[in-house]
């Protein structure tokens, strides 16, 4: 699954980091022509992602535990073809992340939203700890 990882730090500082953005070809109904095209391309410009994030974190008053996101529930119109599974953690000092997993609508939303579970305990126990 292509993995999206948002990290805000106070108020308005957002950087978006992506990583295996080329597994989204594995997915036949998410590499087809336009779709992929369009889909990588928000990816690799990261300003949809920094408001999907911002929104999604308004909407949620910033603390919105794991959200999963469906097809037209998604706000990035690129993203319409696919599932959006979102964690938050709290990294201390007022700064706070998002880990985000972007995939197909069939993708196994039990193992991706226990595995963001996963992450978001272990990075908020490094986090604390430090």
Do not use: W
Not at 2 to 26: C, H, M, P, W
Not at 51 to 69: H, M
Not at 74 to 96: E, F
């Amino acid at each position: 699954n292509e993995v999206a990882e948002a990290i805000k730090a106070g108020g308005e500082d957002l950087q978006i980091y992506t990583s295996g953005a080329t597994n989204i070809f594995r997915y036949p109904e998410l590499s087809e022509g336009d779709k992929a095209s369009k889909l990588i391309g928000t990816l690799e410009h990261k300003e949809m992602l920094q408001e999907f994030v911002s929104e999604v974190n308004t909407e949620n008053g910033g603390d919105a535990g794991i959200q999963v996101y469906i097809g037209d529930e998604t706000p990035v119109q690129s993203m319409k073809d696919c599932s959006v599974v979102t964690a938050n953690y709290d990294l201390g000092g007022g700064l706070r992340g998002t880990v985000g997993i972007i995939g197909p609508k069939r993708m196994d939303y039990e193992k991706v939203v226990e595995t963001l579970k996963n992450m978001r305990t272990q990075l908020d126990d490094v986090f604390k700890k430090s």
